[in-house]
């Protein structure tokens, strides 16, 4: 945390361990809270949130919006795209050699583009 510019406090230790534990992860802020309850981290959900943020802005994880106002942080910060399975709320990875992209528009001057990140929304074919 101290390389990424943030102080290593108890709560964002402990939210770290959860989040970072098991490998790459796609979490919302209230399934974070959820591991932290059980995990008997005393954390609000206010708290979470802010940490999630914090963490993000120091590069440690990315936001990924992808159902309106659901928000999922990906601990998984190398180049890459996503399947997004509708009415599981489930965040799959996709290796960015899997996607070609390509005409991409110029940037707004004094802008330039930081990645893209491709969503491909998934649902159970209908019989």
Excluded: W
């Amino acid at each position: 945390m101290r390389d990424c510019g943030l102080r290593p406090t108890r709560q964002r230790i402990a939210l770290a361990e959860l989040l970072f534990a098991k490998g790459d992860r796609h979490l919302t802020v209230e399934e974070l809270h959820e591991e932290a309850i059980a995990a008997d981290v005393p954390v609000s959900l206010a708290t979470v949130y802010n940490t999630l943020h914090q963490f993000t802005e120091a590069g440690m994880i990315r936001v990924l919006a992808v159902e309106g106002a659901k928000t999922y942080f990906d601990t998984n910060v190398s180049d890459h795209h996503h399947f997004f399975i509708e009415g599981r709320n489930k965040v799959l990875d996709i290796p960015v050699s899997n996607i070609e992209i390509g005409n991409l528009p110029p940037a707004p001057e004094g802008m330039e583009i930081s990645y893209v990140d491709v969503v491909i929304r998934l649902r159970e074919k209908k019989s």
